[in-house]
């Protein structure tokens, strides 16, 4: 599991000493209303987002619009950008809020709907869904994707992206001992599905 966790990071920092080079000139640019200095941002880091997205929904689709949504936020969010984080940092943070204010969405919206037969529907799949199949526990993707919502994204910021407790805290609003908690939960149970 170390192995594919270390390949899994090694792939998302190839491109980051590459991402940080044109971006001072590109925001400064996108900040003065130049749509294609911002189109070019959009290219060098949507592919980031999207892989950010899809780890934290394990949806393509929900992942597509989270990255969207994403980017609309940033363009009007360009003007307030203080470069003290690097452009990925600050884009990371907004699909994680983009993530959380979904999430947020979904469960206002649920409990206002929500029937007692409904909910018990609802546990069956999610049992189906949280339960590893073989298939799920060779691919570590899939079985990062069969998290709970909580501790994927306490796991995929702090060992896929390389986020410390304290910037997840940041970008989350949880206390760090609770990302710690979900952390350490995430990798029992990814040990769990992988020894399947």
């Not at 997205?53 to 009007?76: G, H, I, N, S, Y």
């Not at 060779?138 to 992206?161: M, S, T, W, Y």
């Amino acid at each position: 599991m170390a192995r594919a966790l270390s390949l899994v990071r090694h792939e998302a920092s190839v491109d980051a000493p590459r991402l940080a080079l044109g971006d001072d000139g590109l925001v400064e640019r996108a900040r003065r209303g130049d749509v294609d200095a911002f189109e070019q941002l959009y290219r060098l880091h949507a592919g980031r987002v999207y892989a950010l997205c899809l780890r934290l929904a394990a949806d393509p689709v929900v992942a597509r619009e989270l990255t969207q949504d994403t980017f609309v936020k940033a363009w009007e969010a360009l003007p307030r950008f203080r470069a003290d984080a690097s452009l990925t940092t600050w884009l990371h943070r907004i699909a994680v809020n983009a993530l959380l204010e979904r999430r947020r969405g979904e469960k206002r919206r649920s409990a206002r709907v929500s029937l007692a037969d409904d909910e018990d529907a609802a546990e069956m799949i999610v049992g189906v869904v949280a339960a590893p199949d073989v298939a799920t526990a060779i691919d570590l993707e899939r079985a990062v994707g069969a998290l709970p919502p909580g501790v994927r994204r306490a796991f995929v910021l702090h060992d896929v992206e390389g986020y410390t407790h304290e910037e997840i805290a940041a970008m989350t609003g949880l206390a760090a001992g609770t990302l710690r908690a979900q952390l350490h939960r995430a990798r029992q149970l990814l040990m769990r599905a992988l020894s399947l």
